[in-house]
């Protein structure tokens, strides 16, 4: 009998998170765009000051896929929100349950602290991913635009 488990990660499992990303990248045609190491995941996300988690989904002890998620805040609803960066599951391993399990987990982190609202990102074009968003009751924001500030930019702006 399999057994789909979810568990916050450690800093064990960096190397792990690591290769997912990359996996992630790839997925979503950037590899290129992954700038992060294996130390950068260990001092970024287990580090002292760390605002951000993770959780791994493993089939019987075997990680297939991860989520990185923080809390942020609403100042309308005056409450935290959870927000999900990343969630990925390793294309052998779709199907059987694991982004689904993934997200519901994090939705019942979200229910537990309070959170107003559970949110994420999706890239346009990622059908398969847009529909088991809706098929778990998500609904798209089309009224808002997400907006960045990177690299040379960001540096630029920040130095006036």
């Given at each position: 009998?399999?057994t789909?488990t979810?568990r916050?990660?450690?800093?064990a499992?960096?190397?792990?998170?690591?290769?997912f990303i990359?996996?992630?990248?790839?997925?979503?045609?950037?590899?290129?765009?992954?700038?992060?190491?294996?130390?950068?995941?260990e001092?970024?996300?287990?580090?002292?000051?760390?605002?951000t988690?993770?959780?791994?989904?493993?089939?019987?002890?075997?990680?297939v896929?991860f989520?990185?998620f923080?809390y942020?805040y609403?100042?309308?609803?005056g409450?935290?929100?959870l927000?999900l960066e990343?969630?990925?599951?390793?294309p052998?391993y779709?199907?059987?349950?694991a982004g689904?399990?993934?997200?519901?987990?994090?939705?019942?982190?979200a229910?537990?602290k309070?959170?107003g609202?559970?949110e994420?990102?999706?890239?346009?074009?990622?059908?398969?991913a847009?529909?088991?968003?809706?098929?778990?009751?998500?609904?798209?924001?089309?009224?808002?635009?997400?907006y960045?500030?990177?690299?040379?930019?960001?540096?630029e702006?920040?130095?006036?």
């Amino acid at each position: 009998m399999s057994t789909l488990t979810i568990r916050p990660a450690t800093i064990a499992d960096a190397a792990t998170i690591h290769h997912f990303i990359v996996e992630l990248a790839t997925y979503e045609k950037a590899a290129h765009e992954v700038l992060a190491s294996v130390s950068d995941i260990e001092s970024s996300l287990f580090g002292e000051h760390s605002s951000t988690q993770a959780v791994i989904a493993s089939l019987n002890d075997e990680p297939v896929g991860f989520a990185v998620f923080f809390y942020n805040y609403s100042t309308w609803l005056g409450k935290h929100g959870l927000y999900l960066e990343d969630l990925y599951v390793s294309p052998e391993y779709r199907g059987i349950g694991a982004g689904k399990t993934l997200i519901r987990h994090l939705a019942k982190l979200a229910v537990e602290k309070g959170c107003g609202r559970f949110e994420w990102n999706v890239l346009d074009w990622n059908e398969p991913a847009i529909k088991f968003y809706q098929s778990i009751g998500a609904k798209a924001l089309d009224e808002w635009v997400g907006y960045r500030l990177t690299g040379d930019a960001l540096k630029e702006f920040a130095m006036g």
